[in-house]
Nanobody, 124 residues
Framework: QVQLVESGGGSVQAGGSLRLSCAAS??????MGWFRQAPGKEREGVAA????????YYIDTVQGRFTISRDNAKNTVYLQMNSLKPEDTAMYYC???????????????????WGQGTQVTVSS
C-alpha cells in the first residue's frame, strides 16, 4: 500500500515562508497535492499537480504565493509557501488521487491516499 509522508511544517510569522514535502513510498496516482483543514472548518483542496508536472491547480486564496512541484525520481511533491498569512494556519495533508476533481471541488472523500498531516501555524 502506498504511504505518503509529509514533512516541513512549523511556525512562522506573517510574511514568512515554509516548504512542505510529501514523499510517496512508490509511484502513486496521477495527481498529488495538498488539502488543509483549519479548526472548525471543512478540509479544502489547496494545490495539485499532475504526474507530468506540467499542469497545476491552486485555490484562489493561495494563487501567486504557493508553488507546487514534483520530483518523480524521488516520488516527492513539494509545496513552497511564501508570503504566508495567519489565515493559512491549518493542518496540511498530502493527498493522491486519479483525477484533479477532488482538489478542485474539495471533495475529500474522493481522495485515494492521505498523508498523516503536518501543522502550519502563521502568527501575525
Amino acid at each position: 500500500q502506498v504511504q505518503l509522508v509529509e514533512s516541513g511544517g512549523g511556525s512562522v510569522q506573517a510574511g514568512g515562508s515554509l516548504r512542505l514535502s510529501c514523499a510517496a513510498s512508490t509511484y502513486t496516482h496521477n495527481y498529488m497535492g495538498w488539502f488543509r483543514q483549519a479548526p472548525g472548518k471543512e478540509r479544502e483542496g489547496v494545490a495539485a499537480i499532475d504526474d507530468t508536472g506540467k499542469h497545476t491547480y491552486y485555490i484562489d486564496t493561495v494563487q501567486g504565493r504557493f508553488t507546487i512541484s514534483r520530483d518523480n525520481a524521488k516520488n516527492t511533491v513539494y509545496l513552497q509557501m511564501n508570503s504566508l498569512k495567519p489565515e493559512d494556519t491549518a493542518m496540511y495533508y498530502c493527498a493522491a488521487a486519479s483525477t484533479l476533481f477532488p482538489f478542485v471541488t474539495s471533495r475529500a472523500a474522493q481522495v485515494e491516499r492521505w498523508g498523516q498531516g503536518t501543522q502550519v501555524t502563521v502568527s501575525s
